[in-house]
């Protein structure tokens, strides 16, 4: 990868997450899960964020769990696609950064959110944009668009990409389904989560000062989808 791209993947990713920050506002008191914690450093930053001091995580990788643990995240060890292992009305915040696009089993995904969420909590879902237009030129170009993956061993079918010929990671790293910003958001409505925010944060191949502009005047180019979703009072 070169240096150069590489600042700006690293940069952009950062930008996504200071766009989550800065969307959570007036969240409910109350437990905080994080679906796909990693290690725990980002969910430490949105716990501080919105004060919550139960915070709790459901993780796919062993190897992340004690080191999101010793943050001081309770975290379950297990496969989404099998569910939510939490009773209902639990939560009123739920947080899922670049974890949808790994899920299959995406509708039981969206019913469990709301399940576990309290009426009028919030779950705020970010995920790479397919409408980018860096997946779009790369399309139009006849390659893959880079955050969908073909593999579960190997990243291939697109040159221009800086991670082409790069094994995933880890299973967790594997992209299955990418969602546009209006997808992302149909989907949740159609399953009793109605939008109260979305956008776009990163505009490739745009360094971040011009690219916050630029997916402001064009959010359904921007490089990650940044929604948040609030289940209906009772």
């Not at 007036?26 to 914690?37: E, K, Q, S, T, W």
């Amino acid at each position: 990868m070169s240096s150069a791209l590489e600042r700006i993947f690293v940069a952009t990713e950062e930008a996504n997450r200071l766009a989550i920050l800065a969307a959570l506002s007036n969240v409910p008191d109350g437990p905080m899960l994080d679906i796909g914690p990693h290690k725990g450093e980002f969910t430490q930053r949105v716990a501080q964020r919105v004060g919550a001091t139960d915070v709790r995580g459901v993780e796919l990788i062993p190897d992340h769990v004690a080191e999101a643990e010793a943050r001081g995240i309770a975290v379950t060890l297990g496969d989404v696609d099998d569910g939510l292992p939490y009773e209902d009305d639990t939560f009123t915040l739920v947080l899922a950064n670049q974890v949808i696009e790994h899920v299959r089993r995406t509708d039981l995904f969206m019913t469990e959110i709301r399940r576990v969420l309290k009426p009028g909590g919030l779950v705020c879902i970010s995920t790479n944009n397919l409408g980018s237009w860096h997946n779009v030129f790369s399309l139009a170009l006849g390659y893959q668009p880079m955050p969908m993956h073909v593999s579960d061993e190997v990243i291939v079918g697109n040159p221009i990409n800086p991670q082409d010929g790069f094994a995933h990671e880890d299973l967790g790293r594997t992209h299955l389904r990418i969602f546009t910003l209006r997808s992302l958001v149909e989907l949740a409505e159609f399953h009793g989560l109605p939008a109260v925010h979305a956008s776009t944060a990163g505009y490739y191949p745009l360094p971040p000062r011009l690219a916050s502009k630029a997916a402001r005047i064009d959010p359904r180019h921007g490089a990650f989808s940044v929604t948040i979703f609030k289940k209906p009072s009772a």
